[in-house]
């Protein structure tokens, strides 16, 4: 069993940056594939970013791609999303997902998720 738990939320003006975290618990972070996913209101789940088992290969949704940079530390069982440039329409809460289907887009290929963190950004 995976255990998530995201932080690193909050508000932020447009341009501005957050980092979030998810750290995981389990004997075996290497072997799963992480992801971020984020929901706004009134709107499905969304893929933002995926990372390999070993982080050497990473996929971005292209809304996303060039402001934001998923990464992970497998010593520490911890995945991070650094977002850079935010825009109003990056609000939504942002959920840690893992799972073993690597560079998945698919909320469903995903077994494990967090709470999710807020993340808001102010016109």
């Known amino acids: 069993q995976v255990q998530l738990v995201e932080s690193g939320g909050g508000l932020v003006q447009a341009g501005g940056s957050l980092r979030l975290s998810c750290a995981a618990s389990g004997r075996f972070f290497s072997s799963i594939v992480m992801g971020w996913f984020r929901q706004a209101p009134g709107k499905e789940r969304e893929f933002v970013a995926a990372i390999s088992r070993s982080g050497g290969s990473t996929d971005y949704s292209d809304s996303v791609k060039g402001r934001f940079t998923i990464s992970r530390d497998n010593a520490k069982n911890t995945v991070y999303l650094q977002m850079n440039s935010l825009k109003p329409e990056d609000t939504a809460v942002y959920y840690c997902?893992?799972?073993?289907?690597?560079?998945?887009?698919?909320?469903?290929?995903?077994?494990?998720w967090g709470q999710g963190t807020q993340v808001t950004v102010s016109s």
């Open positions: 997902a893992a799972g073993y289907i690597s560079g998945s887009a698919r909320p469903n290929d995903y077994a494990y």
